[in-house]
Protein backbone atom coordinates (compact mmCIF):
# COMPACT_ATOMS: atom_id res chain seq x y z
CA UNK A 1 0.00 0.00 0.00
CA UNK A 2 1.18 3.76 -0.63
CA UNK A 3 2.49 5.50 2.32
CA UNK A 4 1.34 8.48 3.26
CA UNK A 5 2.97 11.13 5.72
CA UNK A 6 1.17 14.00 7.59
CA UNK A 7 2.50 16.00 11.01
CA UNK A 8 2.71 14.80 14.15
CA UNK A 9 0.31 17.35 15.63
CA UNK A 10 -1.07 20.72 15.12
CA UNK A 11 -3.02 23.77 16.89
CA UNK A 12 -5.96 25.44 15.92
CA UNK A 13 -7.83 28.04 17.62
CA UNK A 14 -11.71 28.08 18.21
CA UNK A 15 -14.10 28.82 14.83
CA UNK A 16 -10.91 29.21 12.72
CA UNK A 17 -9.97 27.17 9.32
CA UNK A 18 -7.89 24.02 10.08
CA UNK A 19 -5.80 22.73 7.11
CA UNK A 20 -4.76 19.38 7.72
CA UNK A 21 -2.04 18.27 4.94
CA UNK A 22 -0.83 15.02 3.83
CA UNK A 23 2.03 13.52 1.31
CA UNK A 24 0.88 10.70 -0.64
CA UNK A 25 4.00 11.02 -3.49
CA UNK A 26 3.58 7.19 -4.07
CA UNK A 27 0.12 7.46 -5.16
CA UNK A 28 -1.30 4.93 -7.74
CA UNK A 29 -4.21 5.88 -10.23
CA UNK A 30 -6.67 3.57 -8.22
CA UNK A 31 -5.89 4.78 -4.96
CA UNK A 32 -8.71 6.90 -3.08
CA UNK A 33 -7.64 9.30 -0.50
CA UNK A 34 -9.89 8.64 2.83
CA UNK A 35 -9.59 10.63 5.54
CA UNK A 36 -10.77 9.45 9.17
CA UNK A 37 -10.75 10.94 12.55
CA UNK A 38 -10.95 9.48 16.18
CA UNK A 39 -12.10 11.33 18.88
CA UNK A 40 -10.45 10.24 22.58
CA UNK A 41 -11.83 7.15 23.55
CA UNK A 42 -13.71 6.36 20.54
CA UNK A 43 -13.50 4.36 17.48
CA UNK A 44 -12.90 6.15 13.86
CA UNK A 45 -15.57 8.57 12.05
CA UNK A 46 -15.07 8.39 8.13
CA UNK A 47 -14.71 12.01 7.24
CA UNK A 48 -14.62 12.43 3.26
CA UNK A 49 -12.82 10.75 0.39
CA UNK A 50 -12.24 11.26 -3.39
CA UNK A 51 -9.63 10.58 -6.48
CA UNK A 52 -8.95 13.80 -8.36
CA UNK A 53 -11.51 16.17 -8.23
CA UNK A 54 -12.02 17.91 -4.81
CA UNK A 55 -14.86 17.34 -2.59
CA UNK A 56 -16.91 18.73 -0.28
CA UNK A 57 -19.85 17.26 2.79
CA UNK A 58 -21.39 18.70 5.49
CA UNK A 59 -18.14 17.77 7.41
CA UNK A 60 -15.12 18.90 5.82
CA UNK A 61 -13.32 19.84 2.12
CA UNK A 62 -10.89 17.78 0.43
CA UNK A 63 -8.42 19.52 -1.81
CA UNK A 64 -6.33 17.27 -3.57
CA UNK A 65 -3.14 18.60 -5.44
CA UNK A 66 -3.32 18.69 -9.55
CA UNK A 67 -0.70 15.57 -9.29
CA UNK A 68 -2.51 13.51 -7.07
CA UNK A 69 0.76 13.61 -4.31
CA UNK A 70 -0.84 15.93 -1.32
CA UNK A 71 -3.89 16.39 -0.40
CA UNK A 72 -5.46 18.70 2.25
CA UNK A 73 -8.33 18.39 4.81
CA UNK A 74 -10.12 21.01 5.71
CA UNK A 75 -12.20 22.50 8.57
CA UNK A 76 -14.00 25.43 7.78
CA UNK A 77 -14.55 26.11 11.01
CA UNK A 78 -12.80 24.50 13.96
CA UNK A 79 -14.77 23.52 17.05
CA UNK A 80 -13.72 22.11 20.24
CA UNK A 81 -15.60 18.93 19.43
CA UNK A 82 -13.35 18.76 16.43
CA UNK A 83 -9.91 17.83 18.91
CA UNK A 84 -8.77 14.40 17.41
CA UNK A 85 -6.27 12.33 15.55
CA UNK A 86 -6.75 13.04 11.72
CA UNK A 87 -5.85 9.79 9.34
CA UNK A 88 -5.14 10.47 5.64
CA UNK A 89 -5.35 6.94 3.96
CA UNK A 90 -4.84 5.71 0.32
CA UNK A 91 -7.09 2.83 0.00
CA UNK A 92 -6.91 0.86 -3.87
CA UNK A 93 -10.44 -0.05 -5.19
CA UNK A 94 -9.84 -3.51 -5.91
CA UNK A 95 -13.25 -4.35 -6.86
CA UNK A 96 -12.50 -8.23 -6.31
CA UNK A 97 -12.55 -7.66 -2.69
CA UNK A 98 -8.96 -8.20 -1.44
CA UNK A 99 -7.34 -5.18 -0.41
CA UNK A 100 -10.29 -3.18 0.97
CA UNK A 101 -7.95 -3.01 4.35
CA UNK A 102 -7.69 0.63 5.53
CA UNK A 103 -4.18 1.06 6.28
CA UNK A 104 -3.58 3.47 9.18
CA UNK A 105 -1.09 5.27 9.97
CA UNK A 106 -0.27 7.54 13.13
CA UNK A 107 -2.38 10.68 11.65
CA UNK A 108 -2.10 14.22 13.10
CA UNK A 109 -3.41 15.34 16.46
CA UNK A 110 -5.17 18.06 16.09
CA UNK A 111 -5.61 20.64 19.18
CA UNK A 112 -8.37 22.85 19.13
CA UNK A 113 -7.74 25.76 21.70
CA UNK A 114 -10.89 27.96 22.79
CA UNK B 1 -30.69 3.27 11.67
CA UNK B 2 -28.36 1.72 14.69
CA UNK B 3 -25.15 1.64 13.51
CA UNK B 4 -22.07 -0.78 14.23
CA UNK B 5 -22.67 -2.51 17.78
CA UNK B 6 -19.95 -3.99 19.79
CA UNK B 7 -20.68 -5.66 23.12
CA UNK B 8 -19.11 -5.82 25.65
CA UNK B 9 -17.96 -2.14 25.54
CA UNK B 10 -15.26 -3.46 28.21
CA UNK B 11 -13.98 -6.58 29.26
CA UNK B 12 -11.64 -8.18 31.82
CA UNK B 13 -10.10 -11.45 31.59
CA UNK B 14 -7.41 -13.66 33.77
CA UNK B 15 -4.66 -14.68 31.64
CA UNK B 16 -5.56 -18.05 30.16
CA UNK B 17 -9.77 -17.67 29.67
CA UNK B 18 -11.08 -16.77 26.23
CA UNK B 19 -12.28 -13.48 25.48
CA UNK B 20 -15.48 -13.72 23.24
CA UNK B 21 -15.78 -9.82 20.80
CA UNK B 22 -19.21 -9.42 19.11
CA UNK B 23 -20.18 -7.01 16.18
CA UNK B 24 -23.46 -6.37 15.07
CA UNK B 25 -22.70 -4.47 11.82
CA UNK B 26 -25.27 -1.56 10.50
CA UNK B 27 -28.14 -3.14 8.73
CA UNK B 28 -27.46 -3.83 5.10
CA UNK B 29 -23.66 -4.45 4.89
CA UNK B 30 -22.42 -7.51 4.52
CA UNK B 31 -18.57 -6.60 4.91
CA UNK B 32 -17.04 -6.44 8.18
CA UNK B 33 -13.26 -5.44 9.75
CA UNK B 34 -11.82 -5.90 12.76
CA UNK B 35 -8.90 -3.84 14.27
CA UNK B 36 -7.08 -3.36 17.21
CA UNK B 37 -5.24 -0.84 18.61
CA UNK B 38 -2.51 -1.07 21.32
CA UNK B 39 -2.60 1.38 24.52
CA UNK B 40 -0.69 4.58 22.61
CA UNK B 41 -0.38 2.91 19.29
CA UNK B 42 -2.30 3.40 15.65
CA UNK B 43 -5.01 0.78 14.38
CA UNK B 44 -3.77 -2.29 13.11
CA UNK B 45 -5.70 -4.83 10.79
CA UNK B 46 -6.52 -7.56 11.72
CA UNK B 47 -9.05 -9.31 9.46
CA UNK B 48 -11.81 -9.03 6.79
CA UNK B 49 -15.10 -10.97 6.45
CA UNK B 50 -17.91 -11.52 4.39
CA UNK B 51 -21.06 -13.58 5.32
CA UNK B 52 -19.56 -17.11 6.53
CA UNK B 53 -16.05 -16.60 4.24
CA UNK B 54 -13.18 -14.55 5.55
CA UNK B 55 -11.37 -12.78 2.90
CA UNK B 56 -8.26 -11.13 4.02
CA UNK B 57 -7.02 -12.86 7.63
CA UNK B 58 -3.26 -11.32 7.03
CA UNK B 59 -3.24 -9.48 10.27
CA UNK B 60 -4.54 -11.94 12.61
CA UNK B 61 -1.57 -13.48 14.57
CA UNK B 62 -1.56 -17.00 14.26
CA UNK B 63 -2.31 -17.99 17.32
CA UNK B 64 -5.35 -17.89 20.01
CA UNK B 65 -6.89 -15.80 17.52
CA UNK B 66 -10.04 -16.47 15.22
CA UNK B 67 -12.74 -14.86 13.60
CA UNK B 68 -15.98 -15.64 12.43
CA UNK B 69 -19.34 -14.15 10.60
CA UNK B 70 -22.23 -16.65 10.89
CA UNK B 71 -25.07 -16.32 8.10
CA UNK B 72 -26.87 -15.66 11.37
CA UNK B 73 -25.89 -13.68 13.86
CA UNK B 74 -23.04 -10.95 14.65
CA UNK B 75 -19.51 -11.85 13.80
CA UNK B 76 -17.09 -13.16 16.69
CA UNK B 77 -13.98 -12.66 17.66
CA UNK B 78 -12.30 -15.19 19.59
CA UNK B 79 -8.98 -15.06 21.94
CA UNK B 80 -8.44 -17.85 23.38
CA UNK B 81 -5.93 -18.45 26.45
CA UNK B 82 -5.32 -14.17 26.59
CA UNK B 83 -2.29 -12.98 27.40
CA UNK B 84 -1.45 -9.29 28.98
CA UNK B 85 -0.16 -8.06 25.84
CA UNK B 86 -3.89 -9.26 23.99
CA UNK B 87 -4.90 -6.13 26.10
CA UNK B 88 -6.34 -3.22 23.51
CA UNK B 89 -9.24 -1.52 22.42
CA UNK B 90 -10.71 -4.31 19.67
CA UNK B 91 -12.84 -1.75 16.76
CA UNK B 92 -14.95 -3.84 14.84
CA UNK B 93 -16.18 -1.83 11.71
CA UNK B 94 -18.91 -2.15 8.60
CA UNK B 95 -19.38 -1.68 4.93
CA UNK B 96 -22.22 -2.07 2.35
CA UNK B 97 -20.01 -2.74 -0.60
CA UNK B 98 -16.03 -3.86 -0.58
CA UNK B 99 -15.37 -0.17 -1.59
CA UNK B 100 -17.48 1.98 0.41
CA UNK B 101 -16.08 4.02 3.37
CA UNK B 102 -16.45 2.41 6.72
CA UNK B 103 -18.68 2.65 9.56
CA UNK B 104 -16.79 1.72 12.77
CA UNK B 105 -18.42 0.51 16.00
CA UNK B 106 -17.11 1.89 19.34
CA UNK B 107 -15.28 -0.62 20.41
CA UNK B 108 -14.50 -3.23 22.76
CA UNK B 109 -11.44 -2.51 25.47
CA UNK B 110 -10.04 -5.57 26.70
CA UNK B 111 -8.00 -5.84 30.11
CA UNK B 112 -6.54 -8.92 30.97
CA UNK B 113 -5.08 -9.66 34.61
Known amino acids: DAKTTQPNSMESNEEEPVHLPCNHS???????IHWYRQLPSQGPEYVIH???SNVNNRMASLAIAEDRKSSTLILHRATLRDAAVYYC???????????????FGTGTLLAVQP | NAGVMQNPRHLVRRRGQEARLRCSPM?????VYWYRQLPEEGLKFMVY????????ESGMPKERFSAEFPKEGPSILRIQQVVRGDSAAYFC???????????FGSGTRLTVV
Open chain 2, 93 to 103: ASSPTGTAGYT
Open chain 2, 49 to 56: LQKENIID
Open chain 1, 89 to 103: ILRDVDYGGATNKLI
Open chain 1, 26 to 32: TISGTDY
Open chain 2, 27 to 31: KGHSH
Open chain 1, 50 to 52: GLT
